[in-house]
C-alpha cells in the first residue's frame, strides 16, 4: 500500500508563496497519475492541480492557473505544487493524492483518486 505525506504547508501573507511536497512510501507512485486537492471550510473540495505519471502533462484549475505548478520527481517518489502569488482564497487544506488506476490522465473528481494523503494547512492572510 502507498502512504502520502504532505508537507510545506503554513501562514503567509498575500503575495507570498509556499511549495508544498507530497512524499511517497510503501510503493512507486511513478505509474501513476497524481493530484493535488483542497478543501475550504464549509466548500467542497476542489482539484486544484493534476499530473500524469511522466510529468509531460499537467492540468490545473482555472483558479490558479498562472499561479500554481505541478510537479515530480519519481526517482524521489515525490509530488510538488509551487503556489506563487497566493491569495487569502487559497486558503484550505491542501491533500495529494494517487490516482485509482493506471489509465493516463484522470479527471479532477475525487473518485478518480483512491489514496489520500492526510492534508496540510495553508493560509494566507491579507
Known amino acids: 500500500q502507498v502512504q502520502l505525506v504532505e508537507s510545506g504547508g503554513g501562514s503567509v501573507q498575500a503575495g507570498g508563496s509556499l511549495r508544498l511536497s507530497c512524499a511517497a512510501s510503501?510503493?512507486?507512485?511513478?505509474?501513476?497519475?497524481m493530484a493535488w486537492f483542497r478543501q475550504a471550510p464549509g466548500r467542497e473540495r476542489e482539484c486544484v492541480a493534476r499530473?500524469?505519471?511522466?510529468?509531460?502533462?499537467?492540468n490545473y484549475a482555472d483558479s490558479v492557473k498562472g499561479r500554481f505548478t505541478i510537479s515530480r520527481v519519481n526517482a524521489k517518489n515525490t509530488v510538488y505544487l509551487q503556489m506563487n502569488s497566493l491569495k487569502p482564497e487559497d486558503t484550505a487544506v491542501y491533500s495529494c493524492?494517487?490516482?485509482?488506476?493506471?489509465?493516463?490522465?484522470?479527471?479532477?473528481?475525487?473518485?478518480?483518486?483512491?489514496?489520500w494523503g492526510q492534508g496540510t494547512q495553508v493560509t494566507v492572510s491579507s
Open positions: 493524492a494517487k490516482a485509482s488506476g493506471l489509465s493516463g490522465f484522470p479527471s479532477g473528481a475525487v473518485s478518480d483518486y483512491a489514496t
Open positions: 510503501g510503493r512507486t507512485i511513478s505509474s501513476y497519475a
Open positions: 499530473i500524469n505519471y511522466s510529468g509531460g502533462r499537467t
